[in-house]
């Protein structure tokens, strides 16, 4: 209590000097008045800015809550328009892009999509908004400083057992012209496919399913978007499997369209810079050849689907993972054999 005491004595001498210093100084007492009431006023700015924040922070909090509860709507989907400058031009472009053409790879499924007014920075950030909101897509814009603004997805695994999911990070082109309604369907695909990562494995789907969707990525494809490259090259791929599938559900029409895909897709891979994607491409292909002569016996396309098969095979066995699991695989049969052989052992318990 003492010091207490102590402290405010001072305090209060001091104060008392400045106003006997300042009201024998008029200028001194103006200087202080003026000063005072700037200090008053960045207060009260201060305070505004602070109200406003907290507005906003119970917002977005209302708002997260309001997604969590919603059960009711298939696919939550949370596109994060905050940012300023090419951030929230991009946002807007992909709060656009699944409104509009999210439904043709849903399968009729419902979703409901909302717009959050926040930024989201970084993987952990995006993380913890969709633990905080329970989404089961986001979508944000980002601009790494010194580096093109981009588009990220980051969605929810598809069952409690599996581990979290990494965002994935698209390209935009750098010019506005560039931004076309085919750009924003594939980016439509591209977060129908983070949502459900079936899209690439078309044998999942009925052929009445897949048919639209398997002709609207072709359609994509054609009008040529400047999409992100790696982006382009899933559509191509899941378009071509997709194709084969259709043509092996018996749709006639499709054999041909699947060859013609195959032989297209193959002939645009580089088998140095994407070996998996060119193995995989002539094994459609292959497929699709070994399908036509089937239907219409053919021996030169029939040997031709061969050779193509023969290739993946033999790139196959090049693999390091392929001779590595050929590897394990021999020592489990070794293994095996010597647990047979129970002569070998005596009846005590494993003594040679």
Known sequence: ??????????LQDGWAWLEQSLSGAPALAGIGMILAGVGG???????????????????????????????????????????????????AFLGDAIEKHLKSFMF??????????????????????????????????????????VARMLA????????????????MPK???????????????AAAKQYRPALGRPQD???????????????????????????LAEMVDDSSAGALQLAFSGNDQWIDRSVEIARSTISEINRSAAPDRWIAANI?????????????????????GIAHLTEALEALRSEPRLKLAESAAQAIGEAQKLLGTRRKFSISGGGI
């Open 1 to 10: 209590m003492d010091v207490i005491s102590t402290l405010l004595k001072t």
């Open 41 to 91: 006023l960045i207060l009260v700015i201060m305070g505004l800015i602070g109200l406003i924040r907290l507005g906003f922070a119970m917002r977005r909090g209302a708002l997260a809550a309001r997604v969590r509860r919603d059960d009711e709507v298939g696919a939550r989907i949370l596109v994060v328009r905050g940012g300023k400058g090419r951030r929230r031009l991009i946002s």
């Open 108 to 149: 009729g499924g419902p979703f409901r999509v909302t717009f959050y007014p926040g930024n989201v920075d970084g993987d952990e950030r995006a993380a913890q908004l969709m633990k905080r909101t329970e989404a089961d897509l986001i979508l944000w814009a980002e601009a790494p400083r010194g580096a093109r603004a």
């Open 156 to 171: 929810r695994p598809s069952n409690t057992f599996d581990p979290p999911r990494q965002p994935i990070t698209l390209a």
């Open 175 to 189: 010019e506005k012209a560039a931004w076309t309604d085919g750009l924003a369907r594939a980016m439509a695909y």
């Open 205 to 231: 789907f009925r052929a009445e399913r897949l048919q639209p969707v398997v002709e609207t990525v072709l359609n994509i494809l054609a009008s040529k978007p400047r999409a992100d490259q790696a982006l």
């Open 284 to 304: 459609t292909l292959g497929r699709a050849l070994r399908l036509k002569a089937e239907k219409r016996f053919d021996p030169v396309m029939l040997r031709e």
